[in-house]
């Protein structure tokens, strides 16, 4: 079983910043993908970006240029950094991962919210 731990989010002004870490429980050289999601209030939840454990990355477009995901192997932690924020990226941030083994299995952490106010 893999336990992801969130935390970094908060409170903050239009044009600021943010760092969200994802602890994991588990080497995450074992994850295939490590992911962050959100999803605002009325809304699916949706993709924000993924780091493989090869170290390719993907964005949303809506994010790209503004968020970049990276991961630290000898911390088993998975980062987000979020520059130039808008209030539309204001929701709650999930932590994803994505393993193979055996089988396909996900597993979320509890989130974290994150407020941009204009």
């Known amino acids: 079983q893999v336990q992801l731990v969130e935390s970094g989010g908060g409170l903050v002004q239009a044009g600021g910043s943010l760092r969200l870490s994802c602890a994991v429980s588990?080497?995450?050289?074992?994850?295939?993908?490590m992911g962050w999601y959100r999803q605002a209030p009325g809304k699916q939840r949706e993709l924000v970006a993924t780091?493989?454990?090869?170290?390719?990355?993907n964005y949303a477009d809506s994010v790209k240029g503004r968020f970049t995901i990276s991961r630290d192997n000898a911390k088993n932690t998975v980062y987000l950094e979020m520059n130039s924020l808008r209030s539309e990226d204001t929701a709650h941030y999930f932590c994803?991962?994505?393993?193979?083994?055996?089988?396909?299995?996900?597993?979320w952490g509890q989130g974290t919210q994150v407020t941009v106010s204009s």
């Open positions: 994803n991962a994505h393993q193979i083994v055996l089988g396909t299995n996900d597993y």
């Open positions: 588990v080497s995450i050289w074992s994850i295939n993908i």
């Open positions: 780091i493989t454990n090869g170290g390719s990355t």
